[in-house]
């Protein structure tokens, strides 16, 4: 049995075991002299255990994140955890505000870790929200999605070297594993040093939600809450499926201007030589295709129909088994994802 929690200290609030609390982070001010708070909500357990951390909107315009977190916190059943679980539904405020992945500067928060007290603003924020929060995490979360015009289908990036973020991203339950190395100056890469595991949700499209993305999130954060042993596993009816894990991925990208259209769609297993593409030009009949250079399953894609020599359009990735094994599969985990019933889980009081 666990043993009971004492009291812990976020940016300079108590909160008691047995205890949920919103903190509000003073982070930084608009050109107003307007303050901008950093809104966390700490539910801290009777029971000692894990502490994680559930983030989302590093990037301010990735939203389907933001929906994750606000349903989560929905959930009455929270309130029993062992442990201690922090939620931060918008890291990068700025950004949110003005529906744009950056802040004010043009610099991405998540290529600003670990921060400095008197850096830039992005360094700045970096800085509070590590010393702050993520210093008194062991585990995290981390949701993003795909950038704008471009759809990622639901997937986890981990750092597989780690043994408890593999077993993570496997507890997760994401259709496919993507095993990404660290990333110089981003939350990954802090969280790593520090000795935290850190997993990455990627799904959807920025400025959209994407209700399989969101779906899939909450069953997988909570398969997370699960695996760490701060609720009670759920009585397993069938055997539960197993990720497949990506060999490796890399985009396609075009070799020439124009409007672009696609035959194939993300999540779907295409072979080495099959068009997935067409790129023609708008004022004549000159098409080039856009061929698979190798087998794989679509996990990312360019929704916008004009392009550049040199742009992104599929992200392919390819599977040491083979590909039309992995793509049943994910049908498989995608299809369970879809079937099951968040909004009335009874299980977890969803209000």
């Known amino acids: 049995m666990s043993s009971l929690n004492r009291p812990i200290e976020i940016a300079g609030c108590i909160v008691k075991p047995g205890e949920r609390k919103t903190i509000h982070v003073d982070l930084a001010r608009l050109y107003t002299n307007t303050h901008l708070d950093l809104d966390i909500e700490v539910i801290h357990g009777r029971r000692s255990g894990p502490t994680l951390m559930v983030c989302a909107a590093i990037h301010g315009d990735e939203l389907n ?14 309130h029993r955890i062992a442990g201690t679980l922090i939620i931060v539904p918008v890291v990068n405020i700025f950004g949110f505000i003005q529906q744009s992945r950056y802040l004010p500067d043009r610099r991405d928060l998540n290529r600003c870790f670990p921060g400095s007290e008197k850096g830039s603003l992005a360094s700045r924020i970096a800085y509070i929200f590590r010393t702050q929060i993520l210093s008194h995490c062991t585990h ?89 042993k701060m609720l009670p596993q759920l009585k397993k009816t069938k055997k539960a499926l197993t990720p497949v894990v990506a060999n490796s991925s890399a985009w396609i990208r075009t070799n020439s201007d ?9 999540g779907q297993r295409v072979s080495r030589g099959q068009q997935m593409g067409i790129v023609a030009s708008p004022f004549g009949t000159h098409e080039e295709e856009v061929i698979a250079p190798n087998s794989g399953i679509i996990i990312g894609q360019n929704n916008i129909p004009v392009v550049n020599e040199g742009d992104a359009l599929y992200h392919l990735a390819r599977f040491e088994a083979s590909s039309l094994a992995a793509e049943k599969q994910v049908e498989r985990i995608t299809e369970e994802i879809e079937a099951q019933q968040m909004p009335e889980d009874s299980e977890f009081g969803y209000i």
């Open 258 to 266: 124009g409007v672009f259209r696609s035959v194939v769609s993300v």
């Open 65 to 78: 994140g933001v929906e994750i977190c606000r349903q989560l916190l929905k959930y009455k059943s929270l």
């Open 140 to 228: 995290v979360l981390d949701l993003h999605t795909g950038a704008i015009h471009r759809s990622n289908m639901p997937q986890i990036r981990a750092n597989l070297d780690n043994p408890i973020a593999k077993e993570m991203a496997n507890a997760f339950g994401a259709p496919v594993i993507i095993d990404s190395k660290l990333r110089d100056g981003s939350l990954r890469q802090c969280a790593d040093e520090a000795g935290i595991s850190l997993i990455l949700y990627e799904a959807g499209e920025a400025l959209r939600f994407d209700d399989r993305a969101i779906r899939g999130g909450i069953r997988g954060v909570l398969n997370v809450v699960r695996y760490l």
